[in-house]
T-cell receptor
Framework: AQSVTQLGSHVSVSEGALVLLRCNYSSSVPPYLFWYVQYPNQGLQLLLKYTTGATLVKGINGFEAEFKKSETSFHLTKPSAHMSDAAEYFCAVSERGGGFKTIFGAGTRLFVKA | GAGVSQSPSNKVTEKGKDVELRCDPISGHTALYWYRQRLGQGLEFLIYFQGNSAPDKSGLPSDRFSAERTGESVSTLTIQRTQQEDSAVYLC???????????FGPGTRLTVL
């Protein structure tokens, strides 16, 4: 069975600092991996996804994530945080093949300090 | 094209009343999910529909919760005998196939007095 663990329910960084949000998954087959973002008082939207091919994927607003099969991780990074990055971030995993649902992590709230 | 729509956007009800929440997915999307999000918390999976397969109801918190989906179109989530702890935003999402990215609706904010 698939599962997702996001380490740290809250992460605080200073503006301009590196953002690192951690996500580990378990899956019996190669997964599809996603990061979604929820800005304050807004709906969830896709930030980036990994399906096949290059393991380093780039998303919107300068975020990127790297699929590391050996570590079963899909950590989200951004070199320099902006105040506008303050939001809730959710990692999600789907197992390949029809009939498998997507599982979301518990979320990590990112705070950006001026 | 049109995204996922949900209605009503807000619902205030009295404890003990039944409520029905509606979700219109993106046309052609075979998978549909319902989630609950309490204030300041993460997504709580409720139920998942995939095509004509039997729905995955493993996330429904009690037998007061039920959901239906007509083919690959509209879905309704029904909460019977509402309780104050049911107060939350109920989110619907659809995806082309079960393992694809999900597109979320704006949610229904339910308040049980």
């Amino acid at each position: 069975a698939q599962s997702v663990t996001q380490l740290g329910s809250h992460v605080s960084v200073s503006e301009g600092a590196l953002v690192l949000l951690r996500c580990n998954y378990s899956s019996s087959v190669p997964p599809y991996l996603f990061w979604y973002v929820q800005y304050p008082n807004q709906g969830l939207q896709l930030l980036l996804k990994y399906t096949t091919g290059a393991t380093l994927v780039k998303g919107i607003n300068g975020f990127e994530a790297e699929f590391k099969k050996s570590e079963t991780s899909f950590h989200l990074t951004k070199p320099s945080a902006h105040m506008s990055d303050a939001a809730e971030y959710f990692c999600a995993v789907s197992e390949r093949g029809g009939g498998f649902k997507t599982i979301f992590g518990a979320g990590t709230r990112l705070f950006v300090k001026a | 094209g049109a995204g996922v729509s949900q209605s009503p956007s807000n619902k205030v009800t009295e404890k003990g009343k039944d409520v029905e929440l509606r979700c219109d997915p993106i046309s052609g999307h075979t998978a549909l999910y319902w989630y609950r999000q309490r204030l300041g918390q993460g997504l709580e999976f409720l139920i998942y529909f995939q095509g004509n397969s039997a729905p995955d109801k493993s996330g429904l918190p009690s037998d007061r919760f039920s959901a239906e989906r007509t083919g690959e179109s509209v879905s309704t989530l029904t909460i019977q005998r509402t309780q104050q702890e049911d107060s939350a935003v109920y989110l619907c999402a659809s995806s082309l196939l079960s393992y694809n990215e999900q597109f979320f609706g704006p949610g229904t904010r339910l308040t049980v007095l």
